[in-house]
């Protein structure tokens, strides 16, 4: 790698890095200011953490491979989304005006959160291990891909409250009004069934690659499937506190 292309990469990865960080920051701090759970806030923001740097480690040692920049853009959206969900709900529900441009934060976190963990969960396995589609004229996931990313931007623009379920009677302003609003239903159905569907296939396209891989490409899919697990397991744990 030439020492300009080396030092591009290095500054992407840093950039990643200190978005996620900031973004998990804010969140964290803003929990504590709220009094909500702080360690279900940690659980979640552990996931992220592990998501970027094992990206952070792949994109480094492996910069043509976009499984590690997947996990670095996934991991930042994912933060900076969820600390702008955070900066809604403080600024509408806890401490009401207190937070300038709120309706921003609320949109824009809404969809970033659902994009980056789209990315996480969807884009990365679809590319895992070596970065690569599987070769198929009948692939039709990344254009799939395309079309969940679009309504997950779309859906929480459009929706009434921007997708965000614990802000009260709060309205989103740039929301559609009868009868325009059939877009943000179209938008949902465009990215959540489909995602499901997507998931399904990828499963299955992981399986197909673990029986036709070498003994490496299986090594590498069981420490993927192990990591996976991970934030399954931690779910109900999260969410129950």
């Given at each position: 790698m030439s020492p300009g292309k080396h030092s591009r990469t290095v500054a992407a990865i840093i950039a990643a890095t200190v978005l996620t960080v900031g973004g998990l920051t804010?969140?964290?701090?803003?929990?504590?200011?709220?009094?909500?759970?702080?360690?279900?806030?940690?659980?979640?923001?552990?996931?992220?953490?592990?998501?970027?740097?094992?990206?952070?480690?792949?994109?480094?040692?492996r910069p043509t491979n976009p499984v590690g920049w997947l996990m670095l853009v996934g991991a930042a959206l994912s933060a900076l989304?969820?600390?702008?969900?955070?900066?809604?709900?403080?600024?509408?529900?806890?401490?009401?005006?207190?937070?300038?441009?709120?309706?921003?934060?609320a949109v824009a976190g809404s969809a970033a959160r659902?994009?980056?963990?789209?990315?996480?969960?969807?884009?990365?396995p679809l590319v895992f291990?070596?970065?690569?589609?599987?070769?198929?004229r009948r692939n039709w996931l990344p254009k799939a891909m395309v079309v969940i990313v679009i309504g997950a931007v779309v859906?929480?623009?459009?929706?009434?409250?921007?997708?965000?379920?614990?802000?009260g009677h709060w309205q989103n302003p740039a929301a559609l009004h009868?009868?325009?609003?059939?877009?943000?239903?179209?938008?949902?159905l465009a990215h959540f069934p489909l995602a499901i569907v997507a998931t399904v296939a990828i499963i299955?396209?992981?399986?197909?690659?673990?029986r036709q891989g070498s003994?490496?490409?299986?090594?590498?899919?069981?420490?993927?499937?192990?990591?996976?697990?991970?934030?399954?397991?931690?779910a109900p744990l999260v969410f129950s506190i």
């Open positions: 804010t969140s964290l701090v803003l929990t504590r200011i709220d009094h909500h759970s702080f360690v279900s806030q940690v659980l979640g923001a552990a996931v992220i953490a592990a998501f970027v740097v094992a990206g952070a480690v792949v994109a480094a040692a989304g969820g600390a702008g969900a955070d900066l809604a709900h403080h600024g509408i529900v806890d401490h009401p005006g207190s937070v300038a441009g709120v309706a921003a934060f659902s994009v980056g963990w789209y990315v996480l969960s969807l884009g990365v291990p070596d970065g690569r589609l599987v070769p198929s859906d929480p623009l459009t929706d009434r409250q921007a997708d965000l379920t614990n802000l009868p009868p325009w609003d059939i877009v943000s239903g179209l938008a949902l299955r396209q992981l399986v197909g690659r673990y003994a490496l490409t299986r090594q590498q899919l069981r420490l993927f499937v192990v990591a996976a697990l991970v934030p399954v397991v931690a």
